[in-house]
């Protein structure tokens, strides 16, 4: 189902950035990424999109994830500009553009910890939410393992408490993919990304970045209340994710504004 990928073939030059497109560092970057049930998908995304499924313990399943991080240094691409940091947490359903064959994400939505939401959320209609979002990470001076990664937010939308952490002995194990090349590719390289506006219509957004440098992780715990509500990950099943990956820090260029889809 998964055919084997190399990372040679998808990294692509930096796009120049123009007009009001961002960079940004993402400090704190974590993917914590659970396999479901291909089922529970059902009726989430437009037909022209498919579930980008692998098999899991013989069952076809989707993956879907949630990504806390800081936005550090969050600022124009091409003028001098202000330098925003905020807290920001990123649902994203793995699938593929029936339209072109690119893998993307579907984007349930995002909380972000900045009164400069008002902008993507009044202005281009992104499913972006107000939380307030906290950090407190604690990382080895030597080797940059997190001995403790812990993030909660309070949201109306979508509340969430996770923590995490690395000991040195995790290892990369991706069940469903031929190799972890092709399982990287999939989780941490998707440059394109879709979602239902707030006013019902599909739209999409693209960014660039270099290869990421994640490295696995384990979870003490975690709850997100999104996730369960909707019936995709149970507050059980939760405590028990596919795959785990943190990078302390990379940096993004994301084209704005965002596009409306026909």
């Known amino acids: 189902m998964q055919e084997p990928r190399e990372f040679a073939d998808y990294l692509l ?3 120049t950035p123009s007009g009001i497109d961002i960079d940004c560092g993402l400090q704190h ?13 059902d009726g989430l995304m437009p037909e022209r999109f498919q579930l980008d499924t692998v098999m899991v313990n013989g069952v076809e ?22 330098r925003f940091t905020m807290g920001q947490t990123n649902y994203r ?48 001076p030597a080797s940059g393992r997190y001995q403790r990664y812990y993030m909660r937010t309070d949201s109306e ?14 290892h990369f194990n991706f069940p469903g993919f031929p190799d972890t090349s092709t399982a990287l590719l999939y989780l941490t ?8 506006r707030r006013d019902g219509q599909p739209g ?11 490295q696995p992780a384990q979870l003490r715990s975690a709850r997100f209340d ?19 990956l943190i990078e302390p820090l990379n940096h993004f260029t994301i084209y704005l504004p965002p596009q409306r889809l026909d």
Not at 32 to 37: D, L, N, R, S
Not at 61 to 82: E, H, K, M, N, R
Not at 189 to 196: N, T
């Open 13 to 15: 030059p930096r796009p």
């Open 29 to 41: 970057f974590a993917i914590i990424t659970w396999a479901v049930p291909a089922h529970r998908f």
């Open 61 to 82: 399943c989707g993956l879907i994830s949630a990504v806390p991080f800081v936005d550090v240094d969050f600022t124009s691409a091409v003028f001098p500009f202000p």
């Open 93 to 140: 359903i793995y699938i593929i553009d029936r339209q072109s064959g690119e893998r993307a994400v579907w984007f349930l939505g995002t909380t972000l910890d900045s009164w400069t939401l008002l902008v993507p959320r009044f202005l281009w209609q992104l499913p972006w939410h107000p939380g307030t979002i906290r950090f407190d990470c604690q990382q080895d």
């Open 157 to 170: 939308w979508a509340s969430a408490e996770v923590e995490l952490f690395q000991t040195g002995s995790e």
């Open 189 to 196: 390289h998707p440059l394109a990304g879709f979602y239902y």
């Open 204 to 214: 999409t957004y693209r960014v660039w970045h270099d290869r990421l440098q994640v």
């Open 226 to 244: 999104l996730l369960d509500r909707l019936g995709l990950v149970s507050i059980s099943e939760q405590q028990t994710p596919y795959s785990v």
